[in-house]
Protein backbone atom coordinates (compact mmCIF):
# COMPACT_ATOMS: atom_id res chain seq x y z
CA UNK A 1 0.00 0.00 0.00
CA UNK A 2 2.88 2.27 0.67
CA UNK A 3 3.78 1.62 -2.79
CA UNK A 4 0.70 2.68 -3.95
CA UNK A 5 0.44 5.79 -2.19
CA UNK A 6 4.62 6.61 -3.64
CA UNK A 7 3.14 6.08 -7.38
CA UNK A 8 0.71 9.03 -7.77
CA UNK A 9 2.46 11.52 -5.52
CA UNK A 10 5.55 10.64 -8.10
CA UNK A 11 2.85 11.36 -11.38
CA UNK A 12 1.49 14.08 -9.40
CA UNK A 13 4.87 15.94 -9.57
CA UNK A 14 5.47 15.08 -13.60
CA UNK A 15 2.40 16.65 -14.01
CA UNK A 16 4.10 20.35 -11.76
CA UNK A 17 6.47 22.70 -12.99
CA UNK A 18 9.62 20.55 -13.90
CA UNK A 19 12.53 21.59 -11.18
CA UNK A 20 15.69 19.86 -10.47
CA UNK A 21 13.75 18.70 -7.12
CA UNK A 22 10.56 17.26 -8.65
CA UNK A 23 12.52 15.70 -11.55
CA UNK A 24 14.80 13.80 -9.06
CA UNK A 25 12.28 13.06 -6.58
CA UNK A 26 9.44 11.55 -8.99
CA UNK A 27 11.99 9.45 -10.73
CA UNK A 28 12.70 7.86 -6.93
CA UNK A 29 8.95 8.23 -5.94
CA UNK A 30 7.61 6.14 -9.11
CA UNK A 31 10.36 3.38 -9.39
CA UNK A 32 10.83 2.74 -5.74
CA UNK A 33 6.83 2.55 -5.53
CA UNK A 34 6.21 0.41 -8.42
CA UNK A 35 8.57 -1.95 -6.91
CA UNK A 36 6.79 -1.76 -3.83
CA UNK A 37 3.81 -2.51 -5.19
CA UNK A 38 4.55 -6.07 -6.79
CA UNK A 39 7.40 -7.66 -5.05
CA UNK A 40 5.84 -7.97 -1.25
CA UNK A 41 2.95 -9.37 -3.44
CA UNK A 42 5.21 -11.82 -5.51
CA UNK A 43 6.89 -13.00 -2.29
CA UNK A 44 3.25 -13.79 -0.56
CA UNK A 45 2.23 -15.46 -3.37
CA UNK A 46 5.54 -17.75 -3.89
CA UNK A 47 5.44 -18.47 -0.30
CA UNK A 48 1.88 -19.78 -0.26
CA UNK A 49 2.57 -21.81 -3.52
CA UNK A 50 5.63 -23.07 -1.33
CA UNK A 51 3.18 -24.74 1.27
CA UNK A 52 0.46 -25.75 -1.20
CA UNK A 53 3.53 -27.84 -2.71
CA UNK A 54 4.60 -29.00 0.44
CA UNK A 55 1.36 -29.66 1.33
CA UNK A 56 0.69 -32.39 -1.39
CA UNK A 57 3.67 -34.32 -0.66
CA UNK A 58 2.77 -34.56 3.14
CA UNK A 59 5.64 -32.21 3.77
CA UNK A 60 5.41 -29.55 7.25
CA UNK A 61 6.67 -26.21 6.00
CA UNK A 62 7.13 -23.14 8.24
CA UNK A 63 6.79 -19.84 7.13
CA UNK A 64 9.14 -17.04 8.27
CA UNK A 65 7.22 -13.74 8.31
CA UNK A 66 10.36 -12.21 9.17
CA UNK A 67 12.23 -14.04 6.22
CA UNK A 68 9.76 -12.78 3.84
CA UNK A 69 9.71 -9.45 4.75
CA UNK A 70 13.60 -9.30 4.41
CA UNK A 71 13.53 -10.85 0.89
CA UNK A 72 10.53 -7.70 0.03
CA UNK A 73 13.00 -5.28 1.26
CA UNK A 74 16.27 -7.02 -0.19
CA UNK A 75 14.64 -7.01 -3.50
CA UNK A 76 13.06 -3.38 -3.30
CA UNK A 77 16.90 -2.10 -2.56
CA UNK A 78 17.82 -3.14 -5.95
CA UNK A 79 15.26 -0.02 -7.12
CA UNK A 80 16.54 2.35 -4.47
CA UNK A 81 20.18 1.27 -5.63
CA UNK A 82 19.19 2.10 -9.40
CA UNK A 83 17.58 5.35 -8.69
CA UNK A 84 20.82 6.23 -6.46
CA UNK A 85 23.06 5.88 -9.74
CA UNK A 86 20.65 7.61 -12.18
CA UNK A 87 20.36 10.33 -9.86
CA UNK A 88 24.07 10.47 -9.29
CA UNK A 89 25.64 9.78 -12.57
CA UNK A 90 22.77 11.12 -14.84
CA UNK A 91 19.57 12.90 -12.64
CA UNK A 92 16.45 14.18 -14.29
CA UNK A 93 16.91 17.71 -14.76
CA UNK A 94 14.60 20.32 -16.68
CA UNK A 95 15.64 20.97 -20.12
CA UNK A 96 14.19 24.11 -22.01
CA UNK A 97 12.46 23.57 -25.23
CA UNK A 98 11.86 26.62 -27.87
CA UNK A 99 9.13 26.26 -30.16
CA UNK A 100 8.63 28.58 -33.19
CA UNK A 101 4.94 30.03 -33.65
CA UNK A 102 3.49 31.59 -36.84
CA UNK A 103 2.74 34.43 -34.51
CA UNK A 104 4.35 37.45 -34.06
CA UNK A 105 4.43 40.49 -32.06
CA UNK A 106 3.66 44.60 -32.63
CA UNK A 107 7.27 44.73 -33.93
CA UNK A 108 6.78 41.92 -36.34
CA UNK A 109 8.90 39.60 -34.12
CA UNK A 110 8.24 36.01 -34.52
CA UNK A 111 6.90 34.41 -30.96
CA UNK A 112 9.10 31.83 -29.67
CA UNK A 113 7.26 29.81 -26.86
CA UNK A 114 9.67 28.14 -23.72
CA UNK A 115 8.65 25.09 -21.99
CA UNK A 116 10.74 22.93 -19.80
CA UNK A 117 10.47 19.25 -18.96
CA UNK A 118 12.76 16.70 -17.19
CA UNK A 119 15.09 15.11 -18.96
CA UNK A 120 18.32 12.63 -18.45
CA UNK A 121 21.17 12.38 -21.21
CA UNK A 122 20.89 9.03 -21.39
CA UNK A 123 17.98 7.15 -22.87
CA UNK A 124 19.31 4.07 -21.17
CA UNK A 125 18.02 4.67 -17.81
CA UNK A 126 14.04 4.55 -19.08
CA UNK A 127 15.00 0.93 -20.91
CA UNK A 128 16.53 -0.14 -17.79
CA UNK A 129 13.25 0.95 -16.21
CA UNK A 130 11.14 -0.64 -18.65
CA UNK A 131 13.16 -4.02 -18.31
CA UNK A 132 12.66 -4.48 -14.51
CA UNK A 133 8.66 -3.63 -14.90
CA UNK A 134 8.49 -6.14 -17.18
CA UNK A 135 10.58 -8.75 -15.15
CA UNK A 136 8.40 -7.66 -12.54
CA UNK A 137 4.74 -8.44 -14.18
CA UNK A 138 6.22 -11.83 -15.89
CA UNK A 139 7.17 -13.46 -12.28
CA UNK A 140 4.25 -12.19 -11.57
CA UNK A 141 2.43 -13.84 -14.33
CA UNK A 142 4.02 -17.10 -13.86
CA UNK A 143 3.08 -16.99 -10.28
CA UNK A 144 -0.72 -16.28 -10.70
CA UNK A 145 -0.59 -19.49 -13.22
CA UNK A 146 0.43 -21.60 -10.69
CA UNK A 147 -1.62 -20.22 -7.97
CA UNK A 148 -4.62 -21.28 -10.02
CA UNK A 149 -5.22 -24.52 -8.20
CA UNK A 150 -4.82 -23.47 -4.63
CA UNK A 151 -7.97 -23.69 -2.40
CA UNK A 152 -10.74 -20.84 -2.59
CA UNK A 153 -9.82 -18.99 1.03
CA UNK A 154 -5.65 -18.15 -0.46
CA UNK A 155 -6.72 -18.35 -4.36
CA UNK A 156 -6.30 -14.41 -5.56
CA UNK A 157 -4.79 -15.24 -8.93
CA UNK A 158 -7.99 -14.44 -10.90
CA UNK A 159 -7.43 -10.84 -9.18
CA UNK A 160 -3.72 -10.91 -9.84
CA UNK A 161 -3.74 -11.88 -12.87
CA UNK A 162 -6.18 -9.48 -14.07
CA UNK A 163 -3.89 -6.81 -12.37
CA UNK A 164 -0.92 -8.00 -14.08
CA UNK A 165 -2.36 -7.49 -17.16
CA UNK A 166 -3.73 -4.13 -16.36
CA UNK A 167 -0.07 -2.92 -15.42
CA UNK A 168 1.51 -4.89 -18.38
CA UNK A 169 -0.97 -2.50 -20.93
CA UNK A 170 -0.13 0.39 -19.14
CA UNK A 171 3.46 -0.82 -19.43
CA UNK A 172 3.27 -0.65 -23.17
CA UNK A 173 1.40 2.40 -23.76
CA UNK A 174 3.96 4.44 -21.90
CA UNK A 175 6.76 2.48 -23.95
CA UNK A 176 5.00 3.78 -27.14
CA UNK A 177 4.85 6.96 -25.80
CA UNK A 178 8.48 7.28 -25.16
CA UNK A 179 9.38 5.77 -29.04
CA UNK A 180 6.90 8.24 -29.86
CA UNK A 181 8.52 11.09 -28.40
CA UNK A 182 11.99 9.97 -29.43
CA UNK A 183 10.32 10.43 -32.86
CA UNK A 184 8.69 13.88 -32.85
CA UNK A 185 9.88 16.52 -34.66
CA UNK A 186 10.69 20.19 -32.77
CA UNK A 187 7.26 21.86 -32.19
CA UNK A 188 5.00 18.62 -33.40
CA UNK A 189 3.61 18.51 -29.75
CA UNK A 190 5.36 19.86 -26.74
CA UNK A 191 7.42 17.73 -24.05
CA UNK A 192 6.03 18.53 -21.34
CA UNK A 193 2.32 17.54 -23.13
CA UNK A 194 3.92 13.66 -23.19
CA UNK A 195 4.97 14.38 -19.72
CA UNK A 196 1.89 14.63 -18.60
CA UNK A 197 0.18 12.27 -20.28
CA UNK A 198 2.83 9.81 -18.79
CA UNK A 199 1.72 11.02 -15.30
CA UNK A 200 -1.91 10.36 -15.75
CA UNK A 201 -0.60 6.41 -16.90
CA UNK A 202 0.83 6.31 -14.04
CA UNK A 203 -1.94 7.82 -12.24
CA UNK A 204 -4.33 5.54 -13.67
CA UNK A 205 -2.15 2.60 -13.61
CA UNK A 206 -2.19 3.06 -9.76
CA UNK A 207 -5.63 3.49 -9.24
CA UNK A 208 -6.74 0.29 -11.50
CA UNK A 209 -4.84 -2.07 -9.26
CA UNK A 210 -5.79 -0.61 -6.36
CA UNK A 211 -9.52 -1.37 -7.91
CA UNK A 212 -8.83 -4.69 -8.44
CA UNK A 213 -6.11 -5.94 -6.07
CA UNK A 214 -5.67 -4.07 -3.13
CA UNK A 215 -9.11 -3.18 -3.03
CA UNK A 216 -9.15 -6.16 -0.37
CA UNK A 217 -7.38 -4.45 2.48
CA UNK A 218 -10.25 -1.72 2.94
CA UNK A 219 -13.66 -4.44 1.74
CA UNK A 220 -14.21 -6.76 3.94
CA UNK A 221 -15.45 -9.78 1.87
CA UNK A 222 -18.16 -11.52 3.98
CA UNK A 223 -18.32 -14.46 1.21
CA UNK A 224 -14.22 -15.38 2.53
CA UNK A 225 -15.27 -15.77 6.02
CA UNK A 226 -16.31 -19.24 7.21
CA UNK A 227 -17.09 -20.26 10.81
CA UNK A 228 -14.47 -22.34 12.30
CA UNK A 229 -11.05 -21.97 11.83
CA UNK A 230 -9.51 -22.28 8.80
CA UNK A 231 -5.68 -22.76 7.88
CA UNK A 232 -5.32 -26.53 7.64
CA UNK A 233 -5.39 -28.06 4.05
CA UNK A 234 -5.99 -31.20 2.91
CA UNK A 235 -5.68 -33.26 -0.22
CA UNK A 236 -8.38 -35.17 -2.21
CA UNK A 237 -7.60 -36.27 -5.63
CA UNK A 238 -4.53 -33.82 -5.79
CA UNK A 239 -6.99 -30.86 -5.04
CA UNK A 240 -6.43 -29.02 -1.82
CA UNK A 241 -8.85 -27.99 0.42
CA UNK A 242 -9.45 -26.43 3.36
CA UNK A 243 -10.08 -28.45 6.91
CA UNK A 244 -12.45 -26.30 9.00
CA UNK A 245 -12.02 -27.28 12.86
CA UNK A 246 -15.43 -26.19 14.32
CA UNK A 247 -15.06 -24.04 17.46
CA UNK A 248 -16.40 -25.70 20.70
CA UNK A 249 -20.37 -24.66 21.52
CA UNK A 250 -20.49 -22.10 23.92
CA UNK A 251 -19.95 -23.15 27.69
CA UNK A 252 -18.55 -26.86 26.74
CA UNK A 253 -15.27 -24.75 28.08
CA UNK A 254 -16.63 -23.99 31.19
CA UNK A 255 -18.50 -27.30 32.03
CA UNK A 256 -14.56 -28.74 31.30
CA UNK A 257 -13.06 -26.49 33.67
CA UNK A 258 -16.27 -27.01 36.46
CA UNK A 259 -15.03 -30.74 36.12
CA UNK A 260 -11.50 -30.55 36.68
CA UNK A 261 -12.56 -28.52 39.52
CA UNK A 262 -14.03 -30.86 41.05
CA UNK A 263 -11.84 -33.92 40.34
CA UNK A 264 -8.99 -31.91 42.26
CA UNK A 265 -11.73 -31.31 45.02
CA UNK A 266 -12.49 -35.07 44.98
CA UNK A 267 -8.57 -35.60 45.22
CA UNK A 268 -7.76 -33.63 48.00
CA UNK A 269 -10.71 -34.55 50.10
CA UNK A 270 -9.04 -37.77 49.86
CA UNK A 271 -12.05 -39.78 47.93
CA UNK A 272 -14.91 -37.98 48.47
CA UNK A 273 -17.05 -37.52 46.43
CA UNK A 274 -20.42 -35.14 47.74
CA UNK A 275 -20.82 -31.78 46.10
CA UNK A 276 -20.90 -30.26 49.91
CA UNK A 277 -17.30 -31.98 50.45
CA UNK A 278 -16.54 -30.31 46.63
CA UNK A 279 -17.41 -26.32 48.46
CA UNK A 280 -15.74 -27.74 52.06
CA UNK A 281 -12.42 -28.31 50.04
CA UNK A 282 -13.12 -25.03 48.07
CA UNK A 283 -13.67 -23.22 51.36
CA UNK A 284 -10.91 -24.39 52.74
CA UNK A 285 -8.82 -23.51 49.44
CA UNK A 286 -9.55 -20.12 49.88
CA UNK A 287 -8.97 -19.53 53.20
Not at 83 to 94: F, Q, S
Request: contains cysteine; glycine residues 6%.
Amino acid sequence: LLGQLFIPLGALLLACTPSKGTCITSVWLINVGYTLVLVPTLVRVSALIKVLQAGKKFRRVTVDKKKLVKTSIGISAIAAVFCALWTGLDPMIPQEQLILTDEANDLGETIVEVSYYCKSESNAWFWFVFTWQGLLLASGSALAFQLRSAPKIVNDSNKLAFMLYSSFMFLILRLALLVFSRSLSDGSVTKITLQMIQSIFWSVDSVVNMCIYFNKFFLKDGSSKQQGRPGNFGYNNGQATPVVQPRPAFGHEEEKVEETEMSQARCSACGSDSLRDYHSVKGSEGS
